[in-house]
């Protein structure tokens, strides 16, 4: 059940702590892009994003043991990428995407190995034994296509019904401000986030030069960001604010988390 563990967008900053910020969380060789994926989100609260519920089996929380090899469910090109693990500690299974198959290695190879879980909907892997600092393995995947945000406007909603809208007031302040005048979601999701990022500025929040930006995700916080002038947060905030703003706008969302 993922809803045995934390959130991973809620250890976001940790990553940034400056306790934490030079540390070798891992190392990965074979990537065919920079992207690392931890864990796929699409279950919003108002606190928190999660892990879906293992009772829909159409969301990210359905998990099922994983056999040794299995088609992945996307078109796209397969990579096989070898990943030693540093500091990184959880259960859920750094990869590039959707899983072929996983070849662990070292002396826990085996307990790893008969506690790997699969999502086939998120490409979400966990390993209820958890990682630790030393393992290794070789994951088979097909990466998900990466699509920019002038490539969204082209984008309309799917037949499939959207999760609930939950969102701070503010955000259709948001969406007025920078949709445009037509009726076209892509076109106007595509300007949302245009608009976000040129006028939202990153800070973790952690140095002693850097500007406040507290953590969490939920609508309290969302709701700062979007008062303050200018917005200030990291990508903890500003990922969930683009989901809940593509809900908004009809489309399904989830937040990736890597």
């Given at each position: ?171 259709l302040d948001v969406i007025d401000r ?39 995700h939920g609508l309290d916080r969302l ?36």
């Open positions: 059940n993922p809803r045995d563990y934390p959130s991973p967008l809620s250890t976001f900053r940790a990553y940034h702590a400056p306790e934490n910020a030079d540390a070798v969380v891992l190392t990965a060789d074979g990537l065919a892009s920079s992207r690392i994926r931890l864990a796929v989100m699409d279950d919003f609260d108002g606190a928190v994003w999660r892990v879906g519920t293992a009772e829909d089996p159409t969301a990210s929380g359905s998990f099922e043991r994983l056999p040794f090899r299995l088609t992945p469910t996307v078109e796209g090109a397969s990579t096989d990428v070898s990943v030693t693990i540093g500091t990184y500690d959880g259960v859920w299974l750094p990869g590039t995407g959707y899983l072929g198959a996983v070849d662990f290695g070292g002396d826990r190879a085996a307990a790893l190995s008969d506690s790997l879980y699969y999502n086939a909907n998120a490409g979400t892997s966990a390993v209820t034994a958890g990682l630790e600092s030393g393992d290794t393995y070789t994951v088979e995947a097909v990466g998900s296509p990466e699509v920019t945000i002038d490539e969204i406007a082209g984008l309309v909603p799917s037949s499939a019904p959207a999760l609930p809208a939950d969102g701070p007031d503010a955000l920078y949709s445009t005048t037509g009726d076209d979601p892509g076109e106007n999701l595509s300007a949302v986030l245009a608009g976000i990022v040129s006028t939202g500025y990153i800070s973790h929040g952690v140095g002693a030069d850097e500007p406040t930006s507290p953590s969490g709701s700062r960001l979007l008062s303050d002038s200018p917005m200030v947060g990291d990508g903890e905030q500003y990922a969930s604010l683009a989901a809940l703003a593509a809900r908004r706008l009809g489309f399904p969302s989830r937040v990736v988390m890597g």
